[in-house]
């Protein structure tokens, strides 16, 4: 019996679908939170403070904007596929990473040998089997999406798409963005959190706006951290042109 078990990845592209609702979840909290409920009322108050409030409403909603654009880009770019029937020509160089020039008929010579219903077939080592298609260098097969990806970085299921060749920059921007905005956030709601542990009441306070500060506090400080470590990994895979699959085989 033919098991393959990459099929039970995908179940988790119907997951991903859920993210982006998860996404735009935290951002309204977060926007209710931050604009709504800490800037927004202050803005009449007038004084150098007013000042400073208008400077981070302005520098929030334009990380808002490049941070959903570039999570727009990075969920309907294609990660760059590999055409139909494609073959690695026999006598074309490639340079891989470290420079070095290498022959690709190296590759075509060393030929992986595989048991099939016809029997002893010779195939090449850059060959999908699930694909049946040729495989380029650095090129990934992605079990969440069935097919094959030209530099795959991971499966995002944050953006429901691989991160590969083609759109590994907006990959990158979204990060970056996303970590600013939830560092600013953070800084924005983290006197009146301090002043709710301290028991500094404020008259305008109800429970239910100090439970949506509460939570978006909570939401913004664990994205911050977690992208800082994404921030920090990327950029190192960056200066040495890795990629994350790459990293683990
Ligand atoms: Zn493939
Ligand atoms: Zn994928």
């Given at each position: 019996?033919?098991?393959?078990f990459?099929r039970?990845?995908?179940?988790l592209?119907?997951l991903?679908y859920?993210?982006?609702?998860l996404?735009?979840?935290?951002i309204?909290?977060?926007?209710?939170?931050?604009?709504?409920?800490?800037l927004?009322p202050?803005?009449?108050?007038g004084?150098a403070?007013?000042?400073?409030?208008?400077v981070l409403?302005a520098?929030?909603?334009?990380l808002?904007?490049?941070?959903?654009?570039s999570?727009?880009?990075?969920l309907v770019?294609?990660?760059?596929?590999?055409?139909a029937?494609w073959?690695?020509?026999?006598?074309?160089n490639v340079?891989?990473d470290n420079?070095?020039?290498s022959?690709?008929?190296?590759?075509i010579?060393?030929?992986?040998?595989?048991?099939t219903?016809?029997?002893?077939?010779?195939?090449?080592i850059?060959?999908?089997?699930?694909?049946?298609?040729?495989k380029?260098?650095?090129?990934?097969?992605?079990?969440i999406?069935?097919?094959?990806?030209?530099?795959?970085d991971?499966?995002?299921?944050w953006?429901v798409?691989?991160?590969?060749?083609q759109?590994?920059k907006?990959?990158?921007?979204?990060?970056?963005y996303?970590?600013?905005?939830?560092?600013?956030?953070?800084?924005?709601l983290?006197?009146?959190?301090?002043?709710f542990?301290?028991?500094?009441?404020?008259?305008?306070?109800?429970p239910g706006?100090?439970a949506?500060?509460?939570?978006?506090?909570?939401?913004?400080?664990?994205?911050?951290?977690?992208?800082?470590?994404?921030?920090?990994?990327?950029?190192?895979?960056?200066?040495?042109?890795?990629?994350?699959v790459?990293?683990?085989?």
């Amino acid at each position: 019996m033919d098991l393959n078990f990459f099929r039970m990845c995908s179940p988790l592209k119907s997951l991903g679908y859920c993210m982006i609702f998860l996404v735009f979840g935290i951002i309204g909290v977060s926007y209710d939170a931050v604009v709504v409920l800490t800037l927004g009322p202050h803005l009449l108050d007038g004084g150098a403070m007013t000042l400073l409030f208008v400077v981070l409403l302005a520098l929030f909603h334009v990380l808002l904007v490049l941070l959903s654009w570039s999570y727009f880009m990075v969920l309907v770019k294609d990660p760059g596929s590999v055409p139909a029937n494609w073959k690695m020509l026999p006598q074309q160089n490639v340079e891989d990473d470290n420079s070095v020039v290498s022959s690709i008929s190296v590759v075509i010579t060393n030929s992986a040998t595989t048991n099939t219903s016809q029997g002893l077939e010779r195939k090449p080592i850059g060959y999908c089997d699930r694909c049946q298609n040729g495989k380029p260098p650095r090129c990934h097969h992605c079990s969440i999406c069935q097919r094959c990806v030209l530099k795959m970085d991971h499966h995002c299921l944050w953006v429901v798409n691989c991160v590969g060749a083609q759109n590994y920059k907006f990959f990158l921007l979204f990060v970056l963005y996303t970590f600013l905005e939830t560092l600013l956030n953070t800084l924005v709601l983290l006197p009146k959190f301090i002043n709710f542990f301290r028991g500094v009441k404020h008259h305008s306070s109800s429970p239910g706006k100090l439970a949506v500060t509460f939570l978006a506090f909570v939401l913004n400080l664990a994205f911050a951290l977690s992208l800082l470590c994404f921030v920090i990994m990327h950029t190192s895979l960056v200066l040495s042109n890795t990629t994350s699959v790459e990293l683990f085989i």
